[in-house]
C-alpha cells in the first residue's frame, strides 16, 4: 500500500462510484410519459445523493419500453441499459446487472420503488460496522403509507417456506433507538431484494443470486447464504421507499419450494423438501380462496 499515494490515484479514489442501483424492469408497461412507477423509480435513483451509477435490466419488455430506457441511457453517461433475455429468471437477470456495476456497493431496486431521498446513505452506514458479508434492506409502505412486509425476523430454516407461504412470523421488528435518538438499524433474518443493499464484493463472494429461483424468494436464500457465511443482515427502518401495487407472480410456490430444499439441513427437512412444492402450492391457494383472491390463471 502506498504511504503517501499519488494526486492522480486520490482523485480516482475520489471518483469511484460509491453505489450502483440495478433495477430489472421486466414485462413492464407503457404508462403516461414520466409518470409510471419505473419512470417514478428511475427518476428517484436519479436524484439520491449516493448513487452514482445506474444499471436498468432491460427484459421482455415492449418496444416503446425499451425505447424509452435507450433514450435515458443516449441522454446519461451515468446510466446503462442492459438487455436480458426474457427465459431468464428474474434472479439470473439481476446478476446480469450487477456484472456491470462499478459502485462499491449495489443497490437492487424493484422498478415500481420509489426511494426516500437520504435512504442510501442510512444504509450504508448501517452497514458500516457489520460482520460481512452484510445485507441491508429498508422500509417499504405501499402509497397510502402503509407498511409492506420488507423483513423477516428470526433465523431462516426449511420452516420457514411455511411460514412465509401462510403469511405468518413476517412482523417487522422492534426499532431500537441508539444514543443519539437516531433509529437504528436491527438485524433479522431476511430483508426484500426489491430494496436491498450489499458490498459488491460481498455479493461477489456469494455468488450473487441463485438464478434456479423462477421469479420470488432468491433475495430469502441470499439472505440465508450470507448468515450462514457468518455475515449480518439487517434492517434499517429509516431509510424507505414507496412501493406501488404489483400484480401477483405466478411462482411463488416455486420459489418457497426450492428455498425449502436448499435449506434443508436434517432427515426430516430433507423429507419435507420432497414434498414441499405441492404442499406450499395447496396452502398459498387455500389462503388465497379464503382471502377472497381468485386463483392465478397458468400462462
Do not use: Y
Not at 21 to 40: E, F, H, I, K, T
Not at 120 to 147: C, F, H, N, Q, Y
Not at 238 to 244: K, L, P, R
Amino acid at each position: 500500500m502506498d504511504k503517501f499515494p499519488s494526486r492522480e490515484r486520490a482523485s480516482a479514489a475520489a471518483l469511484e462510484p460509491r453505489v450502483t442501483a440495478v433495477v430489472v424492469a421486466r414485462n413492464v408497461r407503457a404508462g403516461a410519459a414520466g409518470q409510471s412507477p419505473l419512470d417514478l423509480c428511475l427518476r428517484s435513483a436519479q436524484a439520491e445523493p449516493w448513487i452514482d451509477d445506474l444499471v436498468v435490466v432491460d427484459q421482455g419488455n415492449g418496444s416503446e419500453v425499451s425505447s424509452s430506457l435507450r433514450s435515458l441511457e443516449l441522454d446519461r453517461r451515468d446510466v446503462r441499459v442492459v438487455r436480458a433475455e426474457p427465459e431468464l429468471s428474474v434472479a439470473a437477470a439481476a446478476n446480469l446487472g450487477a456484472q456491470q456495476a462499478r459502485g462499491r456497493w449495489i443497490l437492487f431496486l424493484d422498478p415500481d420503488v420509489v426511494l426516500q431521498r437520504g435512504a442510501v446513505a442510512r444504509m450504508a452506514a448501517a452497514g458500516g460496522g457489520a460482520r460481512t458479508p452484510w445485507i441491508v434492506g429498508g422500509r417499504l409502505t405501499d402509497a397510502s403509507g402503509r407498511e409492506r412486509g420488507a423483513v423477516r425476523g428470526g433465523s431462516l430454516n426449511t420452516w420457514s417456506a411455511l411460514a412465509v407461504a401462510l403469511g405468518v412470523g413476517a412482523a417487522k421488528p422492534a426499532r431500537k433507538r441508539a444514543k443519539n435518538d437516531d433509529l437504528s438499524a436491527t438485524r433479522v433474518g431476511a430483508v426484500s431484494g426489491a430494496f436491498m443493499l450489499v458490498p459488491r464484493d460481498d455479493f461477489q463472494a456469494l455468488n450473487g443470486f441463485d438464478p434456479e429461483f423462477a421469479t420470488d424468494f432468491a433475495d430469502l436464500d441470499l439472505c440465508r447464504r450470507a448468515v450462514q457465511a457468518g455475515g449480518s443482515v439487517l434492517f434499517q427502518p429509516e431509510a424507505s421507499g414507496v412501493q406501488f401495487d404489483q400484480p401477483r407472480t405466478g411462482k411463488r410456490a416455486q420459489g418457497l419450494a426450492l428455498f425449502a430444499a436448499k435449506s434443508a439441513r436434517t432427515p426430516v427437512e430433507k423429507a419435507f423438501a420432497v414434498i414441499a412444492a405441492p404442499t406450499i402450492a395447496t396452502l398459498m391457494a387455500v389462503k388465497d380462496f379464503v382471502a377472497g383472491r381468485p386463483p392465478r390463471r397458468r400462462r
